[in-house]
């Protein structure tokens, strides 16, 4: 079936550092990612639409300049979280979705980012 | 706009005992509707989807759901439940290309 790559699983790092999370669609082309904020016993929340080539589609009050996607290839799309605070701890989940029409979206493992 | 309630963010069950997850959606076009499990700090795994073909909708680890487009729903059901069931799922329809998430329902099984 269907795999995603998320990486890295686990980020701990100081305030004020950029980190960067990897989502790999690792056995099919996918013109669509999507990246995604989950709070504690939280529903997931849409922070982006990434699509191949072009430029990220935000949701509403997501900061663009906080949180930068790069849709480079079909396989590859990265969120890198700008000059991190504590506030931006969570769990980012990344999916993919085939280009086929009709397909499920597959989702990464999740990275679960911790701010000092 | 398109959108899905799950009933009960919690449900307990005794192991071997029926599983129902309850999901109801709003939806002004036929809907894709997708049951997702996830395990913890762990990713969503897709248990199954329906897309407009047979109502009755078999998925993995024993799972199905059913369309009734009358009552709108689509309840997540498995005949015996496992401890290895114990997880959060979650219910979702597809709108304008995006996912939109049940706030989730966390499924305890007791031995």
Known sequence: GAVVSQHPSRVICKSGTSVKIECRSLDFQAT???WY????KKSLM?????????????EQGV???????NHASLTLSTLTVTSAHPEDSSFYICSARENRGGQP???????????L | AQSVTQLGSHVSVSEGALVLLRCNYSSSVPPYLFWYVQYPNQGL????????????VKGINGFEAEFKKSETSFHLTKP?????????????????GNLIFGKGTKLSVKP
Do not use: W
């Not at chain 1, 979206?105 to 990275?111: A, I, L, N, V």
């Not at chain 2, 439940?81 to 799922?89: I, K, L, P, Q």
């Open chain 1, 32 to 34: 669509t990612m999507f």
């Open chain 1, 37 to 40: 904020r989950q709070f504690p």
């Open chain 1, 46 to 58: 849409l922070m982006a639409t990434s699509n191949e080539g072009s430029k990220a589609t935000y």
């Open chain 1, 63 to 69: 900061e663009k300049d906080k949180f930068l996607i």
């Open chain 1, 105 to 115: 979206q597959h989702f990464g493992d999740g990275t679960r980012l911790s701010i």
């Open chain 2, 45 to 56: 795994q897709l248990l199954l989807k329906y897309t407009s073909a047979a109502t009755l």
């Open chain 2, 80 to 96: 015996s439940a496992h401890m290895s069931d114990a997880a959060e799922y979650f219910c979702a329809v597809r709108s304008q």
